[in-house]
């Protein structure tokens, strides 16, 4: 559990609480890379990097929204939303494990792993996506060509189609019945290493709680604004095959 950030130390740090042995206490981690993303509605967003002090593990990776306001009801309005979201029948599939709320601002889980996967909203400038899938490539130079191979649109048409309609479909369903009113910006799309794809509710300013608005209104307009993002990966597909 993330609770505080501390960026003036000599060596950055963050305080992260841990269980052992009958208690919970909080040790500092230090902070290896602190990579601005880009600029969101409330805040700028940074990749926050974190090193286990134990050789041997794994590095941790989350992304920081430093916000430039604090509303106490937009920020619970959030994480109720967030724990809706965990709570779907599919809902661990299409959102973020991390997101808390701290006096800096707000971590979340890095989709991108540390850069290794290419993370995409419909806000996204085309030029910016694809260089941020160029430098990936040359760390994996496979990363452009297995997702191009892996989602052949040519190839595939239908079968793309209608399993992007699947995916759309859950997410939209789900959301509808507790009550969540996406929008379009709220909706990611990250591709993997390995080719594959998925689609995520990651940003959650505009998400809204319309608990008492009849369920099938709600899936018509989650579904449309999830399918808003599909030109968005097919113009990236077609974008990308062509730097092959």
């Known amino acids: 559990m993330i609770t505080n950030m501390n960026t003036d130390a000599r060596e950055p740090t963050m305080s992260v609480f841990r269980a052992g042995k009958g208690n919970t206490h909080a040790v500092d981690v230090p902070i290896n890379d602190l990579q601005f993303i880009g600029e969101g509605a409330v805040g700028t967003v940074h990749r926050v990097t974190i090193s286990p002090r134990r050789e041997g593990l794994e590095p941790l990776y989350f992304a920081y929204k430093k916000l430039d306001s604090s509303d106490p009801n937009r920020i619970q309005t959030a994480y109720t939303i967030h724990q809706k979201l965990l709570e779907l029948p599919h809902g661990r599939q299409f959102t973020v494990q991390t997101f808390r709320f701290t006096d800096e601002g707000l971590f979340m889980t890095d989709l991108s792993e540390g850069g290794k996967n290419l993370v995409v909203s419909s806000n996204d400038l085309e030029k910016d996506v694809l260089l941020e899938a160029r430098q990936i490539n040359k760390k994996n130079p496979n990363f452009i060509s297995n997702f191009v191979q892996k989602e052949d649109l040519i190839a595939n048409e239908e079968e793309w189609e209608a399993e992007f309609e699947k995916r759309a479909d859950v997410i939209a369903r789900e959301t509808a019945e507790a009550g969540i009113k996406l929008q379009g910006d709220s909706i990611f799309f990250v591709i993997y290493p390995d080719g594959e ?48």
Request: aromatic fraction near 12%.
């Open 197 to 244: 794809y998925r689609l995520f509710v990651v940003d959650l300013d505009n998400v809204k709680l319309y608990e008492n608005y009849p369920s099938d209104n709600l899936y018509q307009i989650n579904l449309r604004e999830i399918k808003d993002l599909k030109p968005h990966l097919l113009g990236l597909w077609l974008s990308l095959e062509k730097l092959l």
